[in-house]
């Protein structure tokens, strides 16, 4: 469904490229929902355009690409990067980071929805045979169609990220793309947000890729999910895999940090902050907060291989107690 082959992209500086994405290799599989953790600056957003194709200046892709594979006319089609802007909102859409905040605040929602189909997508209908079919659409998400003769800022925090949710689904694409859709909004309207994600994957048997700095709410609702740390992919797996078996040191680390209820012992984060893009350690990136680090992995990079089936992990450790196990 999407494939990220090898992907290394930088942003370019004044004072050279720095390296964001660091040779990332994965699979995102159709009707599921993947999940995309780490903490702020690990490359997570960038991961995210890349996979949309919002690949503008200072943003470069050095190696590797992705690839959307659609089912079409009963074959599939491949978009690759570059090409996937041809598939944008009827294959795949993205809901931003502070969507609320991409709705023109002076322009009604129904203007809004209609400047966003594209005309193929509507073929002969008139504008306002278009606006009942959203409007349908809004009511079967349970949202009033009176929104559409709103303006942006006449709407909540929470019904702005419903709508633009609505609006990156009306076509049900095969893939969305979410980026911290839950940010910035209080938890009772956080829950209602993932429900309505859940909800709407289910119902369309689509891939939703959703990213967030928040774990538990991967815990919440991902099926598989990878953590990034400073520009790589450390672990991926099932996510009720990775929460009940935690194998790098750094996803042990997040998932002993997350708050649990009944349990009053303080919670202290990882000791210290990644790594400084402009110049990373050589070796294991996380080695200066790892409390397993050794001389091998401060000259080592570890290479991000199946320690288990269908569980991959970038960590020495690992490996080594791996090919222990088999011999
Ligand atoms: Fe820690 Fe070494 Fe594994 Fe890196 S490779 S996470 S430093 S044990």
New binding site residues.
């Given amino acids: 469904m999407l494939k990220v082959e090898n992907l290394s992209t930088s942003y370019r500086t004044i004072d050279g490229d720095v390296r964001v994405l660091n040779r990332v290799n994965f699979q995102i599989n159709e009707n599921e929902i993947f999940g995309i953790a780490g903490e702020s600056g690990c490359g997570k957003t960038t991961l995210l355009k890349v996979l949309y194709d919002i690949i503008d200046f200072p943003l470069q892709v050095d190696e590797g690409r992705v690839v959307l594979s659609v089912k079409k006319n009963g074959g599939t089609v491949d978009f690759e990067t570059g090409r996937i802007r041809n598939a944008w909102w009827k294959h795949i859409s993205y809901v931003p980071q502070a969507a609320q905040s991409v709705l023109n605040p002076i322009t009604r929602l129904k203007t809004q929805f209609l400047d966003s189909i594209p005309e193929e997508y509507r073929k002969n209908e008139t504008k306002q045979q278009t606006l009942d079919r959203v409007a349908h659409y809004l009511e079967e998400l349970s949202l009033s169609p009176d929104i559409l003769e709103a303006y942006p800022f006449q709407l909540s925090g929470g019904m702005r990220q419903r709508a633009i949710i609505a609006l990156a689904t009306f076509m049900s694409p095969s893939v969305v793309l979410a980026d911290e859709p839950t940010t910035a909004l209080d938890v009772v309207v956080q829950r209602g947000i993932l429900m309505m994600l859940m909800r709407l994957q289910r119902k369309l048997k689509n891939t939703l890729v959703l990213v967030s700095h928040d774990i538990g709410v991967h815990y919440q609702i991902t099926h598989r999910m990878g953590i990034m740390y400073s520009g790589s992919l ?1 672990e991926l797996g099932k996510t009720a895999d990775l929460f009940r078996e935690p194998l ?3 996803t042990k680390l997040l998932i002993e940090a997350l708050p649990r209820i009944g349990d009053k012992r303080p919670r202290t984060g990882i000791p210290g902050r990644p790594p400084a893009l402009t110049n990373p350690p050589d ?5 200066p907060r ?5 001389e ?3 000259k080592h990079v ?1 290479e991000f291989r199946e320690a288990q089936p269908g569980r991959f992990v ?5 490996q080594e107690e791996a090919s222990e196990n088999v011999r």
């Fill in positions: 450390v790098h040191p750094y070796g294991c990136r996380f080695a790892c409390p397993y680090a050794t091998m992995c401060r570890p970038a960590c020495h450790l690992v």
